[in-house]
């Protein structure tokens, strides 16, 4: 048995960064980009590291040092031993019967590396995937709203990588999902209230992310610690992040692109306020900037290092892409995953 299981990039369209702060977000899974799990049965259980991600051979001394600096001592092997751990600990926690198989496993991905489009998260949800594909374990046994939850468990108890479940839901989902993670139903439950949403309604997007990074854009934030204490300022920008996922999906429902394009430039000029342009980085400024000098709505499609923006026409789009690619960005339109997998959480 061959298993092939992929899940997409990740874009944030409205409510980021409340998701991790009790809010609501509006998401999209995009084909553009994905994360690829392979499994075949074989003897042993085998995890085969990837060449460019996971090396352990280098042509000098000069050439480690230099992968090192741009990828971190981290690649996606240990992301793929910590899903099986969990997926193993998850059904054994459930009385969940796996057949004794073995299986060698690989993976593959296309997603920018640390430009927060969630490449990490797509890897473990592809894997996790796979696992439940090759044993059986059904969608009773394994909702989507629990694997999205697995999938945070990797990241987070296995690895001690800070994570949300926003990118997991959509990766796990597809398509576009409003989210609603209400505190009451996250300590109540574990799980917020998750509603598709027809991708047909979302407007043109593009996509604009960081070649080559000159700076982060991610020096250390105190907005977390903040909130912890109940400064005022945050608090009440978390609330008003999550005002605009829920005015922003209203504005999509009635075909009103004018009001959501305005929402998403809200979001990006609270967040700023809140951060602080030193914490959101010049390159990250600069692709906002190109976006509203040419008259089109932009935010941050994640954590930063990819923005995603509204365009009206084809001249409009042409005059986009030059310009970010005269600045040495990667640009391209957006393709939303259609989804098809996944149900309404708490329905």
């Keep these: 048995m061959i298993i092939r299981a992929a899940a997409y990039a990740r874009i944030g369209l409205l409510g980021n960064p409340s998701d991790g702060y009790y809010g609501r977000t509006i998401s999209c899974a995009i084909t553009n980009f994905s994360a690829t799990a392979h499994l075949e049965e074989s003897a042993h259980v085998v995890l085969v590291p990837h060449p460019t991600y996971d090396p352990t051979e ?21 992301l793929l031993y910590a899903t099986c751990t969990k997926f193993f600990e998850y059904c054994r926690g459930r009385d969940i019967a796996l057949p004794r198989r073995g299986f060698t496993l690989r993976y593959e991905t296309t997603i920018p590396r640390q430009v927060g489009l969630a490449g ?27 694997q999205a939850n697995l999938v945070l468990s990797v990241e987070e108890e296995e690895l001690d990588i800070r994570a949300g479940l926003q990118d ?26 998750y509603q598709r949403m027809d ?27 903040r909130w912890h204490r109940g400064d005022l300022d945050v608090v009440e920008a978390m609330h008003t992040f999550a ?19 305005r929402l998403m430039n809200r979001n990006f000029d609270l967040r700023l306020k809140i951060f602080g342009e030193k914490v959101i980085g010049k390159q990250n400024m600069e692709m906002i900037r190109i976006a509203r000098n040419l ?21 409009q789009l042409a005059r986009l ?14 393709n939303i995953d259609p989804g098809e997998r996944g149900a309404t959480a708490g329905s």
Excluded at 58 to 64: T, Y
Excluded at 123 to 145: F, K, M
Excluded at 208 to 224: I, L, T
């Design 58 to 78: 280098f042509d000098s001394l000069e050439a480690l040092h230099d992968t090192a600096r741009r990828d971190g001592y981290y690649g996606g092997l240990r």
């Design 120 to 146: 990490s998260s797509a890897i473990v949800t592809a894997t996790v995937d796979a696992l439940r594909r090759l044993y059986g374990v059904t969608d009773a046994e394994l909702p989507p709203y629990l």
């Design 168 to 193: 997991r839901v959509i990766q796990t989902y597809g398509g576009v999902v409003y989210m609603d993670f209400d505190r009451q139903l996250l300590e109540s439950r574990g799980y917020g209230e």
């Design 199 to 225: 991708p047909a309604l979302v407007p043109p997007l593009f996509l604009a992310y960081f070649g080559k990074p000159k700076d982060s854009g991610k020096m250390h934030s105190d907005v977390r610690a």
């Design 243 to 261: 005002l605009f996922a829920t005015e922003g999906k209203a504005a999509l429902e009635r075909g009103d692109h004018e009001a959501f394009g």
């Design 295 to 315: 008259g089109a709505p932009a935010k941050f499609s994640g954590s930063g290092g990819a923005i995603v923006g509204l365009w009206r026409d084809a001249d």
């Design 321 to 334: 892409g030059a310009a970010y690619r005269e600045r040495g960005y990667s640009f391209t339109t957006v």
